[in-house]
């Protein structure tokens, strides 16, 4: 049973009243404070607060904060990743947020690396709290104020509130001077804790995988796939509030034609990325920026956030309320030669519509008719503010263009990102139209404000499941107004990546919402003798995970069929095997050993193009793992095999999007039907006609649907190892 507290004290009240903390919230953060009293909190067992990413954490554990200053602590250390610009945002955030306690000399709130060395025992009876950075100068000055300066505040009962816990966690280091130096951080934080006398430990994050899942005695052994995670003391889920937006959204409910979140991604060109990259001139030149092809989704996302950041306003002006200033992200690169050659397209963006617009060319009216008609799609579904007419947001764009209400910022180092906060450590929107270029500063915990465009092309080979999602500054709370013309432009293979890490994500986040993870989570790979064995959570790079859960759907989409004389071996091949099992009539579903479905499978890859983004090795895995899994030994080693031939489906939709259902309601419905115990694999034979984009020959496209008892799986096509 959790000890009683009180939640009447002056500090937690005062947060009440200023942040309207509902009944959800209020809960949390009672639940937390109770449990870091109850139990005993270690850097190895801390207590979690698990949240989504910009749903609200930083609010939550203020909240606890205040609670525990009110049941006893009173030193709060808060850890924070280690740049000065999330430094400076969470010290401005805890001040505004106590200000009156700290006019009314009831608390103190100091950067370790400011802390005085001449405070007084009347500062030193108050509450304290100290903003301190993941990193060991820092670390090492928080040693010295506790151990050598102020000696009696090692006696003090002290909360250690970790804040994006995962940076300073044990794995996913891509490198052994990475871990090294992220050990060494962990290693002092554990060394402070267990010199002070009483102390709780309180981990925030919404990537806390490498926390939970980094087995505590690793043994593989191909017969038991099963990890034991690392439990915490506690879990206390941050409750999401109604206006957050996240993964579901921009990768779930995306598929949705009915919703806005449909038209949110737009593709762009890998070839792009190159150009962008750096200054070629035989590749591209500035005074082409309006019209050349090879920067035409840059070019088409900022004329995208002018119209509807200029729409946007409209509808403000139209309500009279404050018209708001819009923010819009270019992430694709780290090197500074890089944004500073992208500032240049930017500009010269800007500059030649500004032109166009002066002349009013018909150039202008073509690139705004073109954004008008893509956003007009999305902001039909809202059905909740009048959209503006073309004429009035022409008007408004060129009024903005002449005027010169865009500002275009590189922020490419911590120096710049602090000239650039606000009084609150956001992000100063100073201009109704913000354009922000950067690299990694800009994904770590940077809040920006109004965001309605990003345009992402980080290489997805260097994604980890703890920063891909940081990446997503997308991701919070996003008003409806504004997500009607919000858009997201990266290239297929990132869009994929990131699918698939939320599908991770989304799979783990519900097994600790159900508990279910006490009981271990199943992470595969292939070994060098093709057996499938565990492998090590913390090893693994999160784009080459495939996720598995009850009854999906998993098929290739976006693929390049080869040339005719390239296909007619392969599809031979299928074919005779199909026959072998079904002769004459293959309409009825049939059992099929897991060998020859995999031979179906790799006679399918042989028919695409070679960069057709499918992980035919992550496929074949997961085939023959789910098949296996029954206990029914009729069905063991074997599939449902359901076939149709004659398909006319085309490559790409109605509006532009890869196919990515070429199986009908009804076969959805009969292959869950069929997949119970083990999986169903439908094989639909296209007649690959040159009219649907295809090569004007026929071939197969594979649906496998995953077995409706599954356990929650994570199969790596890939280990990663630790580099020099």
């Known amino acids: 049973m959790l000890q009683t507290i009180t939640d009447r004290g002056g500090f937690y009240q005062t947060f009440l009243n200023k942040n309207n903390y509902d009944e959800k919230m209020q809960d949390c953060i009672k639940k937390t404070v109770a449990n870091l009293l109850d139990r005993t909190t270690t850097f190895d067992r801390p207590g979690m607060l698990l949240g989504k990413i910009q749903s609200g954490k930083t609010r939550t554990f203020l909240g606890v904060m205040g609670l525990a200053f009110d049941n006893g602590y009173e030193v709060t250390v808060v850890l924070t990743k280690g740049t000065k610009a999330l430094a400076r945002q969470t010290l401005e955030r805890l001040k505004k947020e106590y200000a009156e306690f700290m006019e009314a000399d ?308 911590e120096k710049d990102v602090n000239e650039l906060l606000d009084d609150s450590g956001q992000l100063k929107l100073r201009t109704p139209l913000n354009i922000f270029i950067g690299g990694q500063i800009l994904d770590r915990g940077i809040t920006i404000g109004n965001l309605i465009g990003f345009y992402y092309g980080r290489r997805p080979q260097t994604f980890q499941q703890d920063t891909v999602l940081q990446h997503s500054r997308m991701y919070g709370a996003r008003p409806i107004e504004d997500l009607a013309v919000t858009r997201f432009y990266t290239t297929p293979d990132i869009y994929d990546v990131m699918k698939r890490i939320h599908e991770f994500d989304t799979a783990l986040r519900e097994a600790f919402e159900k508990g279910d993870h006490d009981s271990g989570v199943v992470f595969i790979q292939k070994d060098t003798q093709n057996r499938i064995i565990p492998c090590s959570p913390n090893k693994i790079l999160l784009s080459s995970t495939t996720t598995l859960k009850p009854s999906i759907r998993m098929l290739p989409t976006g693929f390049k069929v080869k040339a005719k004389t390239h296909l007619k071996k392969p599809v031979s091949d299928i074919d005779r095997l199909i026959e072998a099992y079904a002769p004459g009539d293959a309409s009825k579903a049939f059992l099929m050993p897991v060998n020859d479905a995999m031979k179906l499978i790799e006679s399918v890859a042989d028919t695409f193009e070679e960069g057709h983004g499918w992980d035919v090795r992550a496929y074949l895995a997961s085939l023959e793992y789910l098949c296996n899994q029954t206990t029914n030994e009729e069905l063991k080693g074997k599939v449902w095999v359901l076939v149709r031939k004659g398909r006319e489906a085309k490559r790409l939709k109605q509006d532009g999007r890869f196919e990515n259902s070429p199986d009908s309601y009804q076969e959805k419905g009969q292959a869950r039907e069929l997949a119970q115990e083990i999986p169903a694999l439908i094989m639909l034979r296209q007649n690959g006609e040159e009219a649907n984009g295809w090569t004007g020959h026929p071939f197969w496209w594979p649906v496998l649907v995953t077995p409706r008892n599954t356990k929650t799986v994570v199969f790596t096509s890939e280990q990663v190892g630790v580099e020099e």
């Not at 030193?124 to 009696?152: C, D, G, M, T």
């Not at 008609?373 to 009024?399: A, Q, W």
């Open 106 to 413: 009831k608390i103190q709130i100091f950067d370790i690396m400011h802390f005085p060395k001449n405070l007084t025992g009347f500062e030193l009876e108050q509450k304290l709290v100290l903003v301190v950075k993941k990193e060991i100068q820092n670390i090492n000055r928080l040693h010295e104020a506790f151990f050598q300066i102020y000696p009696s505040l090692k006696e003090k009962k002290i909360l250690i509130v970790d804040d994006e816990a995962d940076f300073a966690s044990i794995g996913f280091n891509k490198t052994r001077r990475e871990g090294t130096e992220i050990k060494k951080i962990a290693g002092s934080i554990d060394e402070f804790r267990k010199k002070v006398t009483r102390s709780s430990y309180l981990q925030v994050t919404a990537t806390p995988y490498s926390l939970y899942l980094q087995p505590e005695d690793l043994v593989l052994d191909s017969r038991n796939l099963v990890f034991k995670p690392i439990k915490p003391s506690f879990t206390v889920l941050v409750p999401v509030h109604d206006k957050y937006i996240g993964g579901d959204y921009y990768f779930g409910q995306s598929e949705d034609e009915n919703s806005m979140a449909y038209h949110l991604y737009e593709p762009v060109d890998e070839d792009e990325l190159r150009i962008l990259k750096k200054q070629d001139r035989r590749s591209f030149k500035l005074e082409e920026s309006l019209t050349s092809q090879k920067v035409k989704s840059l070019r088409h996302s900022i004329v995208n956030f002018i119209v509807g950041g200029c729409i946007r306003r409209l509808q403000d002006r139209k309500q009279g309320l404050n018209e708001k200033k819009f923010s819009f992200i270019i992430h694709t690169e780290q090197n500074k030669a890089a944004h500073n050659w992208q500032e240049n397209i930017i500009f010269s963006i800007k500059e030649q519509l500004a032109e166009a617009a002066a002349q009013n060319n018909a150039l202008f009216d073509q690139l705004l008719r073109e954004s008008y008609n893509n956003l007009h799609k999305s902001m039909v579904l809202h059905r909740g503010l009048e959209i503006p007419e073309y004429e009035t947001v022409k008007n408004e764009v060129r009024h903005t263009l002449q005027k010169d209400y865009i500002m275009i910022t590189v922020v490419n180092s």
